[in-house]
Nanobody, 114 residues
Framework: QVQLVESGGGLVQPGGSLRLSCAASGFTFSSSPMSWYRQAPGKEREFIAFITSAGGSTNYADSVKGRFTISRDNAKKTVYLQMNSLKPDDTAVYYC???????WGQGTQVTVSS
């Protein structure tokens, strides 16, 4: 079966960094563009970042440009989100999405607080 499993979330202080991972199985990972989304309490799910199937190009929401970096390792079937200069407003559950097939992971909690 198709699985996307996020990991790497946790509690971090403002200004700190986290690296999220999303491990894929059950489909041809290398053929699918991938995205990251997040959902904060009381807010709608928000697009964060996009990467093409070979990792040749990326796109980011304005709210995270210059701070977050999406990348992928097709040999490991994993997509990453490097999160730097974290702010309290980044607190949310973060989800990865496989564009091909519209598959979603279960999410990982990121809390930015002093």
């Amino acid at each position: 079966q198709v699985q996307l499993v996020e990991s790497g979330g946790g509690l971090v202080q403002p200004g700190g960094s986290l690296r999220l991972s999303c491990a894929a199985s059950g489909f041809t990972f290398s053929s699918s563009p991938m995205s990251w989304y997040r959902q904060a309490p009381g807010k709608e799910r928000e697009f964060i970042a996009f990467i093409t199937s070979a990792g040749g190009s990326t796109n980011y929401a304005d709210s995270v440009k210059g701070r977050f970096t999406i990348s992928r390792d097709n040999a490991k079937k994993t997509v990453y989100l490097q999160m730097n200069s974290l702010k309290p407003d980044d607190t949310a559950v973060y989800y990865c999405k496989a564009i091909k097939g519209d598959y979603w992971g279960q999410g990982t909690q990121v809390t930015v607080s002093s």
